[in-house]
Antibody, heavy 120, light 110 residues
């Protein structure tokens, strides 16, 4: 069974940093594209970034690309999101997601999410 | 910047059929946008219903179907049930590795 467990969220002051993690199990992590998606309170989903199986390709939405960095460690079956210069509008639940197959880059399997709150 | 559009809200009667759409503010949706659909209830993560236009995710009943209708992606729910009352999100691939979600549709079953 595919399992994705996000961690690292919490309360952070504006301008601060957080590193989110997503621990994967139940599949061969290194063979799938992985993504981060967030959802602000009461709002829709926002795709943030994805990363290729070997980390050689990364894509990121323009609105956060200067502040957020996606990475992965296939030896630890883990996905990461480094978030710097956090703002109040970054307050959201952050989800990691796995693609459907080893040849696709869509979002099919989801974690439960981790809540990030940016406030003074 | 291209925006992905969805109906903000929709209602359907129990047992009825409803079609939700996912469009582009500029241009048409095609299979190369690999449209996907997700169902979400409050406090829960999204549940994948459809990906790559019409492929149902594992365990999704065949009451849910995806297609391209005209210039939009579409999610059709047949035989609507009370527990179909949820938010429905679509996402489109824009090329260059970038995906964009629509604003979501709140479906009411009444």
């Amino acid at each position: 069974e595919v399992q994705l467990v996000e961690s690292g969220g919490g309360l952070v002051q504006p301008g601060g940093s957080l590193r989110l993690s997503c621990a994967a199990s139940g599949f061969t992590f290194g063979t799938y594209w992985m993504s981060w998606v967030r959802q602000a309170p009461g709002k829709g989903l926002e795709w943030l970034a994805n990363i290729k199986q070997d980390g050689s390709e990364k894509n990121c939405v323009d609105s956060v690309k200067d502040r957020f960095t996606i990475s992965r460690d296939n030896t630890k079956s883990s996905l990461y999101l480094q978030m710097n210069s956090l703002r109040a509008e970054d307050t959201a639940i952050y989800y990691c997601a796995r693609a459907s197959t080893v040849t696709t880059r869509n979002l099919e399997s989801w974690g439960q999410g981790t809540l990030v709150t940016v406030s003074s | 910047q291209t925006v992905v559009t969805q109906e903000p809200s929709f209602s359907v009667s129990p047992g009825g059929t409803v079609t939700l759409t996912c469009g582009l503010s500029s241009g048409s949706v095609s299979t190369t946008n690999y449209p996907s659909w997700y169902q979400q209830t409050p406090g829960q993560p999204p549940r994948t219903l459809i990906y790559s236009t019409k492929t149902r995710s594992s365990g999704v009943p065949d009451r849910f179907s995806g297609s391209i209708l005209g210039n939009k992606a579409a999610l059709t729910i047949a035989g609507a049930q009370a527990d179909d009352e949820s938010d429905y999100h679509c996402v489109l691939y824009m090329g260059g590795g970038i995906w964009v979600f629509g604003g979501g549709t709140k479906l009411t079953v009444l």
